[in-house]
């Protein structure tokens, strides 16, 4: 016992010598301990705390895991009460019988966390049923018995858990560590990496459970709607609000693109999505009406006044162009309350600026401040009269700051309350600087991102890929991307056409049969295929007596009896490149051949019918082209696409099939036919196993069988039938005499057709 004990009052004495340890170490802080735990725990409480750091004293750990838990558990039972001892004892036993001893210490560290990201007892008991599920599950034996190694994964576990609990649910929690354990059971150095959220698809799945809105689901539609109503195109670039060392408060944009937060959740009624719409258009706003000014001259209050004043006006002209806008803005703009702040002892300038921002936007505002009177009123005059511009707003905001600045505002506590407008951008764009704008530099950028330079390509979509170890899929795992195909010489295709005239005129013969007899006549078209006499002397007759004529005088015809539309997705990888041992031809030549008969036949038969190309270099890049859509004719258009055709990199096929059976199932026909022509297995640069792409693929096909889309695989490979059956079951054709290709394709189409 230390000499210092001696000067502590009797209890504690008592309380000390029943702990029955003897590290020196706790003396330093057990008394204050005590005092805390009096506070919080009943006299039975303080009874099962000392008897449990008495056990954790004693059970060979050292002094970190009494020291730990003495210092702790008041701040825990405060929370969860002291009835949830029980069963964190029993965890903590649990994991003492275990070979994840030095785990102990760091799960008692985590627990404060825990406890207020789960503040009742049920979910806590979840927590820890989570915790002796992940130990089990990643302890491995050598015998089968016993378990005799750690988990690796346990203790990165205790360290990250309490930051994901900030984000997800603990159902969301319990599938993240789900997927880890499943996924990464047998690779220790993967299973720290997921557990330490430094591999992608840990990332991936943390995002997958998220709580809200997550931009990366809505990109296409917030592109479109920057694009529609604001005739703006950019790069929607997420930042993460989660787990980040870098934390962004605010949205803003750059020559790289517009940054959004990762997420947004429901806020007041306001849907995550209304919460992207709301920041996009500030941001348009900003883009279309602020100009840059200097800020040299000019102090953080100043700016900040400046700033607050042009947000109020780009949503106020934003408001103008897009009444909807109104009640989205103000039902996320805060409504500060006029006189809580002190400014005795507080700088209140934003809330003041917060107020005036306020009373812009909303006419009902209710302030009786004569300066956020006065200047509310002046800045909607002006903007009445479209009289008002960034220049204008920065003399009205120095102009509202010499008038109202208080002595108060320069203190450093800060009245933050109702102040921070979550849809507004942080306005980095809004000021240049002296010696920013001499660098050369500066200007070359502003060159480099010329507005009007055209997109090349659409955002990547994220489709996920199954692993059939796992059996589970890997989530948003490979990033396809879709262009329009790069175009050659069309009259290549019209050549290839002349030289199988025969070909073409027999196919011809053969589809003359097929196609549907049974037409009917659409009458009442303002545009059809021709005139319909009886509406349209109607028409003059309603003309000449002065009554409205009826505009509908054009009739069409449609098929009644053929109802299905076709996808033709072509694998474009290098292996095409090869010639056919028997011609002085590549197998792409031949494609390209076979591809032209069979869709010049087809559009004799009109079924709609797309054409698109694909190829991969790894999951980071499998490439999507577009050659024909359903509702394009067979024109030189198309022709030209095909010319163009070009083979390389791999098969990454699985991402290529879900992406074209999207579009087919938007099709509003009865029977939807994918035919796939490929000259080769699955496969790409970055995948050594050569099950996974194809069972992966195999995966795709089940996918979209459930979906009512059939697919076809016509292989020329004269070995596949040692993988194809297994990705497309019975439906495949092995051809192997390649030369053979043009007629064989056109005809295995009308017997699937039939």
């Given at each position: 016992?230390?000499?210092?004990?001696?000067?502590?009052?009797?209890?504690?004495?008592?309380?000390?010598?029943?702990?029955?340890?003897?590290?020196?170490?706790?003396?330093?802080?057990?008394?204050?301990?005590?005092?805390?735990?009096?506070?919080?725990?009943?006299?039975?409480?303080?009874?099962?705390?000392?008897?449990?750091?008495?056990?954790?004293?004693?059970?060979?750990?050292?002094?970190?895991?009494?020291?730990v838990?003495?210092?702790n558990?008041?701040?825990v039972?405060?929370?969860?009460?002291?009835?949830?001892?029980?069963?964190?004892?029993?965890?903590?036993?649990?994991?003492?019988?275990?070979?994840?001893?030095?785990?102990?210490?760091?799960?008692?560290?985590?627990?404060?966390?825990?406890?207020r990201?789960?503040?009742?007892?049920?979910?806590?008991?979840?927590?820890?049923?989570?915790?002796?599920?992940?130990?089990?599950?990643?302890?491995?034996?050598?015998?089968?018995?016993?378990?005799?190694?750690?988990?690796?994964?346990?203790?990165?576990?205790?360290?990250?858990?309490?930051?994901l609990?900030?984000?997800?649910?603990?159902?969301?929690?319990?599938?993240?560590?789900?997927?880890?354990?499943?996924?990464?059971?047998?690779?220790?150095?993967?299973?720290?990496?997921?557990?330490?959220?430094?591999?992608?698809?840990?990332?991936?799945?943390?995002?997958?459970?998220?709580?809200?809105?997550?931009?990366?689901?809505?990109?296409?539609?917030?592109?479109?709607?920057?694009?529609?109503?604001?005739?703006?195109?950019?790069?929607l670039?997420?930042?993460?609000?989660?787990?980040?060392?870098?934390?962004?408060?605010?949205?803003?944009?750059?020559h790289?693109?517009?940054?959004?937060?990762?997420?947004?959740?429901?806020?007041?009624?306001?849907?995550?999505?209304?919460?992207?719409?709301?920041?996009?258009?500030?941001?348009?706003?900003?883009?279309?009406?602020?100009?840059?000014?200097?800020?040299d001259?000019?102090?953080?209050?100043?700016?900040?006044?400046?700033e607050?004043?042009e947000?109020?006006?780009?949503?106020?002209?934003?408001?103008?162009?897009?009444?909807?806008?109104?009640?989205?803005?103000?039902?996320?703009?805060?409504?500060?309350?006029e006189?809580?702040?002190?400014?005795?002892?507080?700088?209140?300038?934003?809330?003041?600026?917060?107020?005036?921002?306020?009373?812009?936007?909303?006419?009902?505002?209710?302030?009786?401040d004569?300066?956020?009177?006065k200047?509310?009123?002046l800045?909607?005059e002006?903007?009445?009269?479209?009289?008002?511009?960034?220049?204008?707003?920065?003399?009205?905001?120095?102009?509202?700051?010499?008038?109202?600045r208080?002595?108060?505002?320069?203190?450093?506590?800060?009245?933050?309350?109702?102040?921070?407008?979550?849809?507004?951008?942080?306005?980095?764009?809004?000021?240049?600087?002296?010696?920013?704008?001499?660098?050369?530099?500066?200007?070359?950028?502003?060159?480099?991102?010329?507005?009007?330079?055209?997109?090349?390509?659409?955002?990547p979509?994220?489709?996920?890929?199954?692993?059939?170890?796992?059996?589970?899929?890997?989530?948003?795992?490979?990033?396809?991307?879709?262009?329009?195909?790069?175009?050659?010489?069309?009259?290549?295709?019209?050549?290839?056409?002349?030289?199988?005239?025969?070909?073409?005129?027999?196919?011809?013969?053969?589809?003359?049969?097929?196609?549907?007899?049974?037409?009917?006549?659409?009458?009442?078209?303002?545009?059809?295929?021709?005139?319909?006499?009886?509406?349209?002397?109607?028409?003059?007759?309603?003309?000449?007596?002065?009554?409205?004529?009826?505009?509908?005088?054009?009739?069409?015809?449609?098929?009644?009896?053929?109802?299905?539309?076709?996808m033709l997705?072509?694998?474009?990888?290098?292996?095409?490149?090869?010639?056919?041992?028997?011609?002085?031809?590549?197998?792409?030549?031949?494609?390209?051949?076979?591809v032209?008969?069979?869709?010049?036949?087809?559009?004799?038969l009109?079924?709609?019918?797309?054409?698109?190309?694909?190829?991969?270099?790894?999951?980071?890049?499998?490439?999507?082209?577009?050659?024909?859509?359903?509702?394009?004719?067979?024109?030189?258009?198309?022709?030209?696409?095909?010319?163009?055709?070009?083979?390389?990199?791999?098969?990454?096929?699985?991402?290529?099939?879900?992406?074209?059976?999207?579009?087919?199932?938007?099709?509003?026909?009865?029977?939807?036919?994918?035919?796939?022509?490929?000259?080769?297995?699955?496969?790409?640069?970055?995948?050594?196993?050569?099950?996974?792409?194809?069972?992966?693929?195999?995966?795709?096909?089940?996918?979209?069988?459930?979906?009512?889309?059939?697919?076809y695989c016509?292989?020329?490979?004269?070995?596949?039938?040692?993988?194809?059956?297994?990705?497309?079951?019975?439906?495949?054709?092995?051809?192997?005499?390649?030369?053979?290709?043009?007629?064989?394709?056109?005809?295995?189409?009308?017997?699937?057709?039939?």
């Amino acid at each position: 016992m230390s000499a210092s004990n001696t000067a502590i009052s009797p209890e504690i004495q008592a309380f000390r010598e029943r702990l029955d340890c003897r590290f020196p170490q706790i003396d330093d802080v057990f008394e204050e301990c005590i005092k805390e735990a009096k506070t919080v725990l009943s006299p039975l409480g303080i009874e099962q705390y000392l008897e449990q750091a008495r056990f954790l004293g004693k059970m060979g750990r050292g002094v970190e895991p009494i020291l730990v838990f003495l210092q702790n558990w008041p701040q825990v039972a405060s929370i969860l009460g002291e009835h949830s001892l029980d069963p964190i004892k029993k965890t903590i036993h649990t994991i003492w019988r275990s070979p994840n001893g030095n785990a102990i210490t760091p799960f008692i560290e985590s627990l404060p966390a825990i406890s207020r990201r789960l503040p009742s007892e049920d979910l806590l008991k979840q927590y820890l049923a989570l915790t002796l599920d992940l130990m089990e599950r990643t302890s491995t034996s050598i015998h089968g018995i016993h378990k005799t190694y750690a988990s690796p994964s346990l203790i990165d576990f205790f360290e990250y858990s309490h930051q994901l609990l900030a984000i997800l649910s603990i159902s969301g929690l319990r599938k993240w560590v789900d997927y880890g354990v499943r996924n990464y059971h047998h690779h220790p150095d993967n299973q720290r990496a997921y557990f330490q959220l430094k591999s992608s698809d840990s990332k991936a799945v943390m995002q997958r459970e998220r709580n809200g809105t997550l931009l990366v689901d809505n990109t296409r539609k917030l592109d479109l709607y920057l694009l529609g109503l604001w005739n703006d195109h950019d790069f929607l670039v997420p930042y993460s609000t989660g787990i980040s060392d870098v934390t962004i408060h605010a949205p803003y944009f750059d020559h790289s693109g517009i940054r959004l937060p990762d997420v947004y959740e429901d806020l007041d009624s306001i849907s995550g999505v209304n919460r992207y719409r709301a920041a996009l258009a500030h941001i348009a706003g900003h883009r279309c009406w602020s100009t840059a000014i200097f800020a040299d001259n000019y102090s953080p209050l100043q700016r900040m006044a400046i700033e607050y004043l042009e947000d109020a006006r780009i949503d106020y002209l934003a408001i103008r162009r897009y009444p909807g806008l109104k009640n989205i803005f103000l039902a996320l703009h805060p409504i500060p309350i006029e006189g809580e702040c002190d400014v005795r002892t507080q700088s209140c300038i934003r809330h003041r600026l917060s107020m005036l921002s306020r009373a812009i936007l909303d006419e009902n505002h209710g302030y009786t401040d004569t300066h956020i009177l006065k200047y509310s009123s002046l800045v909607r005059e002006k903007l009445a009269t479209n009289s008002l511009s960034t220049e204008d707003i920065l003399n009205i905001a120095l102009s509202y700051v010499a008038k109202t600045r208080l002595q108060s505002d320069q203190l450093p506590n800060t009245y933050f309350k109702d102040t921070e407008i979550s849809y507004r951008d942080d306005n980095r764009h809004l000021w240049k600087f002296y010696e920013l704008s001499d660098d050369e530099e500066q200007f070359d950028l502003k060159k480099s991102s010329s507005e009007n330079q055209e997109i090349q390509s659409l955002p990547p979509r994220h489709y996920p890929e199954w692993d059939y170890v796992s059996q589970s899929y890997k989530p948003d795992w490979v990033s396809l991307y879709e262009v329009l195909h790069p175009s050659g010489e069309a009259s290549y295709i019209d050549r290839l056409l002349e030289k199988h005239q025969a070909l073409v005129k027999k196919l011809k013969r053969l589809i003359d049969l097929l196609k549907p007899q049974n037409r009917v006549r659409i009458r009442y078209q303002e545009d059809g295929d021709e005139l319909d006499l009886d509406v349209a002397i109607k028409s003059i007759i309603d003309l000449k007596s002065g009554n409205q004529p009826d505009p509908r005088i054009n009739s069409s015809h449609r098929t009644d009896g053929r109802n299905i539309s076709v996808m033709l997705l072509l694998d474009q990888s290098e292996s095409l490149n090869e010639k056919i041992s028997s011609k002085d031809q590549t197998i792409l030549e031949l494609s390209q051949e076979s591809v032209s008969i069979l869709a010049s036949s087809i559009s004799i038969l009109g079924d709609p019918l797309a054409i698109a190309g694909f190829n991969s270099n790894t999951r980071h890049e499998v490439n999507y082209m577009h050659i024909k859509g359903f509702s394009e004719p067979w024109g030189n258009d198309v022709k030209s696409r095909l010319a163009g055709m070009k083979a390389r990199h791999s098969t990454r096929m699985g991402a290529a099939l879900r992406h074209a059976g999207h579009y087919l199932s938007n099709q509003k026909s009865d029977k939807k036919l994918l035919l796939v022509l490929t000259d080769g297995q699955p496969s790409d640069i970055d995948v050594k196993d050569d099950q996974l792409l194809i069972q992966d693929a195999r995966k795709a096909v089940l996918d979209l069988d459930q979906q009512g889309i059939y697919t076809y695989c016509i292989n020329l490979d004269s070995n596949a039938d040692t993988y194809v059956g297994s990705i497309f079951g019975k439906q495949y054709t092995v051809i192997d005499r390649l030369e053979r290709l043009p007629e064989q394709l056109t005809k295995l189409f009308m017997t699937l057709t039939q």
